[in-house]
């Protein structure tokens, strides 16, 4: 059972570890791919200050469900426009189209990034990403969770299976012994044969407890014969019977 146990925990700790590493890799990658298409996509409206196509643009990259806000600065850093999302909703705040995005405090889980976009060689401005780890962290928690389950019903699976092969192998051997101790014991009967099956430790102890009832039966034999024997002497005795000790003493007569 502790076997089961550690081997279990260790297997979980270790898909726990890689099911973590590959989202956060994935994020990371959708993260960059965007930030690469976005890069591209804010370079002509940044250079032409197009708000309509800026705003277009926001609202396009705020459909990945892990990005929360964006910020657009011009290329002497001053804030144009951003767009963000109701933290508790995810959905697009109605009164974000203008206001710029800053981390609240108590969000541990958003992250930002910056970027610079160029135009034919020349800074034309920059824009502000931030994303969620929130439902990353959903998922490697559904997944933890699933992983312990499916672990823990696949260690309670194991456990039985060795209980029974372990009952089959030594607990039935033993059971069978202990019946065969209550048959001999109760009838008085040691011509009961035990026979050997297996080439274990219970088979050594199978063979031994045969040894041992067929010396018995041998000894009992010997002493049935012995006393037949001496049944015959005495009734083919005279009336009267004298013991004497081996001093040559009469004892009894």
Do not use: C
């Not at 312990?148 to 051997?173: D, E, H, Q």
């Amino acid at each position: 059972v502790a076997t089961v146990s550690v081997i279990s925990i260790i297997s979980i700790l270790y898909f726990d570890r890689k099911n973590t590493d590959t989202l956060h890799a994935e994020l990371r990658d959708t993260i960059n791919n965007l930030r690469e298409v976005a890069r591209l996509a804010y370079a002509v409206p940044l250079w032409q200050m197009g708000e309509t196509e800026i705003t277009y643009l926001n609202h396009a990259i705020l459909t990945n469900k892990n990005i929360v806000a964006v910020n657009i600065y011009d290329e002497s850093g001053r804030f144009l426009e951003g767009l963000q999302k109701d933290l508790r909703t995810m959905k697009v705040a109605k009164n974000g189209s203008r206001a710029r995005f800053t981390i609240p405090d108590e969000q541990k889980d958003i992250k930002k990034l910056f970027y610079t976009t160029f135009h034919r060689g020349f800074a034309v401005g920059s824009f502000e990403i931030f994303y969620t780890e929130r439902y990353v962290n959903q998922e490697i928690s559904r997944r933890r969770t699933n992983l312990a389950l499916v672990f823990t019903l696949t260690g309670l699976s194991m456990i039985i299976v060795i209980f029974i092969v372990a009952r089959k192998m030594l607990i039935a051997p033993v059971l069978t012994l202990a019946d065969l101790s209550r048959q001999i014991t109760s009838n008085k009967d040691y011509s009961v044969k035990v026979e050997k099956r297996s080439e274990d430790e219970i088979g050594i102890l199978y063979e031994s407890i045969s040894d041992m009832l067929r010396e018995i039966e041998r000894r009992e034999d010997e002493l049935r014969r012995t006393r037949a024997y001496l049944s015959n002497i005495i009734e083919s005795m005279p009336s009267i019977l004298v013991s004497i000790d081996r001093e040559g003493s009469v004892t009894q007569w």
